[in-house]
């Protein structure tokens, strides 16, 4: 079951002579529980395409459709709550709440919504990610490794359409990052979470079913990883 399609995406900035195309014409689809990692250089246009993906910013033209949503169609409102139930986002540098706890930051996506917290699927994921010592502390008390489990639970908890990982392990050590690699993986495999992870590093890359090759705001290969 296709989850997301991307048809003939174009970002530019500037014109005339300063144009500057970040994405150039790219088009392709992603099935419903697929881990793909997207790979390229600083400056391929790896990080505006997980942008546009997220919804934090619009395309020039093309379209992305995320189960079955034509995401730009939406007004400003509508974007951000569809962001916030069908995105989940895990960024280089985590972005935690520093006044809340663990509980709390996890959580968070479900109160913005004024949803009930399902108790037993956050104490699910609170021991999947191995914090059950930690629910009450805050940021500024756990490690590196431990704070980027917590944006990967507060990414989980609403059950997205899409978790994108930007560059997870980009401010972690060499332990908490496959660390960190493992419980993506987890992830994908018991909860079936579609993931779209943004790399710079080939050897991270190898852990996804599929790698994407972008250059020049082209892409260039997409293959299966065997």
Known sequence: ??????EHLTKTYGRGNTLVKALDD?????????FVAIVGASGSGKSTLLHLLGGVDRPTSGKIIIDGEDVYHLNENNLAIFRRRQVGLIYQFYNLIPILNVKENITLP??????????????????????????????NELSGGQQQRVSIGRALMNHPALLLADEPTGNLDS???????????????????TIIMITHDYNLAISADRIITIDDGKIVNDERVA
């Open 110 to 139: 479900i109160l913005l919504d004024g949803k009930k917290i399902d108790e037993d699927y956050l104490n699910e994921l609170i021991e999947t990610l191995n914090l059950q010592q930690r629910v009450n502390h805050l940021p």
């Open 1 to 6: 079951m296709e989850i997301l399609k991307v």
């Open 175 to 193: 332990k908490a990052s496959k660390d960190i690699i493992d419980l993506l993986k987890f992830s994908n495999k018991k909860y079936k979470q």
């Open 26 to 34: 790219i088009s392709f689809s992603v099935e419903k529980g697929e």
